[in-house]
């Protein structure tokens, strides 16, 4: 290297060194001498790990070097390097490795990344904040939701001794009355069961007892549950009794398959058609379908409802039926279990739910 060249380096904006296969440092530039805060003479010679962190050290020997050596180079490479005080400097390395009359050396620029390092160090603290609140919002609701069943389930059973006439005759006006309580008591529970259902799936309190289980059984188990509602709707029923076995919990896996055939009764008018499907998806896992003929989703809501509290804005969610939970707890076991749950419909054509689970 000529004096000019080398002299231009020494104050290059980057830091330089080079050194040979032996890692004995063969130059370095005042720039990142400077920056680590040594002297020339306490580097020269000196094996290229003094100026690493320990962790760095173990990263140039496992990973680092030998990458150089394979490919020749490496590019944007994030290493940890320590000043003569101690300190941790943050660098991306670039590096490429050549032959000269048999000597390898291997030349190395590193930049210093204060932005990045702040920006990472900003998003970490944002991350565990937000996580931090979460968790609190999911104990909040947990507890809130505890302490309200409480009265709520008092509210329901005086209603039914009044409709029962344990306090002397009711009169139907009166009974109106109570049954609108009633429905509303009904209504309230269900949606503070859900909401401690979501906050204790969310803040990871729910176990999951993974078996091998027949879909056949759940599917058996299930439909008896809405089959007087369809009735009562006129809807037909196609369902084919799968031999598949999946992995899942049975509980969880019955609660998410009564949540999508609960929804298709509901959303599906007079007449209509309710079909189960099991299909292979992929080689390991198994897909079950409840597809209906019923009012659908429009488009930028199918992925939306999903979330908590989301309902389209249908004569049900104006009639105060339904939480909008149901969906949100439903996708969160599927994946809990290991699965997944999808929507596909258009307004008007009716709905395809897709839970997919591996197979047993
Ligand atoms: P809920 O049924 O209690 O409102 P869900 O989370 O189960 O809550 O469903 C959220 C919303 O998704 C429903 O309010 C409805 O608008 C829409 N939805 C769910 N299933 C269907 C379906 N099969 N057909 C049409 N809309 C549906």
Redesign the pocket.
């Known amino acids: 290297m000529s004096e000019t060249a080398a002299d231009k380096l020494d104050h290059a904006p980057c830091g330089f060194v080079s050194f040979g296969d032996d890692s004995r440092i063969t130059y370095i530039n005042s720039t990142l001498l400077d920056r680590l805060g040594y002297p020339i003479e306490e580097l020269a010679g000196k094996h290229v790990e003094t100026i690493l962190t320990v962790p760095a050290r173990i990263f140039h020997q496992t990973h680092f070097f030998p990458l150089v050596k394979l490919h020749g180079r490496a590019q944007e490479v994030f290493m940890l390097l320590r000043t003569r005080e101690g300190d941790d400097v943050g660098m991306l390395c670039n590096a490429v490795r050549h032959e000269r009359d048999g000597i390898a050396t291997t030349e190395c620029v590193f930049m210093e990344v204060h932005e990045r390092r702040k920006f990472e160090d900003a998003l970490l603290q944002a991350r565990t904040a937000a996580d931090e609140a979460n968790k609190a919002k999911s104990n909040f609701l947990a507890v809130m939701s505890h302490e309200l069943r409480t009265p709520l389930n008092a509210i329901g059973g005086y209603v039914q001794l009044l409709e029962m006439g344990v306090h002397g005759p009711v009169t139907q006006p009166q009974l109106d009355a109570l049954a609108r309580i009633d429905r509303s008591q009904r209504h309230l529970l269900r949606l503070i069961n859900?909401v401690l259902n979501l906050a204790r799936i969310e803040s990871g309190r729910v176990d999951y007892v993974s078996e091998t289980v027949k879909l056949a059984d759940v599917i058996g188990d299930t439909l008896p549950m809405v089959e007087p509602q369809m009735a009562s709707k006129n809807l037909r029923l196609e369902s084919k009794v799968p031999s598949d076995l999946v992995k899942a919990d049975r509980e969880k896996l019955q609660q998410v398959v009564l949540?999508?055939l609960?929804?298709?009764t509901?959303?599906?008018p007079s007449g209509g058609t309710v079909t189960v499907e099991v299909k292979p998806h992929g080689a390991a896992e198994v897909m079950l379908s409840?597809i209906?003929t019923?009012?659908?989703?429009p488009e930028d809501?199918v992925n939306k409802?999903?979330e908590?509290f989301?309902?389209?804005?249908?004569s049900?969610?104006r009639a105060g039926?339904?939480?909008?939970?149901?969906?949100?707890?439903?996708r969160d076991l599927a994946r809990g279990m290991g699965g997944d749950l999808w929507?596909e419909?258009r307004l008007g054509a009716?709905?395809a739910?897709h839970l997919v689970l591996q197979r047993g």
């Open positions: 859900d949540n999508l609960t929804n298709a509901k959303f599906t409840v209906d019923g009012i659908g989703i809501m409802i999903f908590p989301v309902q389209v804005d249908t049900h969610a039926e339904g939480t909008g939970l149901g969906l949100a707890i439903s929507a419909s009716g709905s739910f």
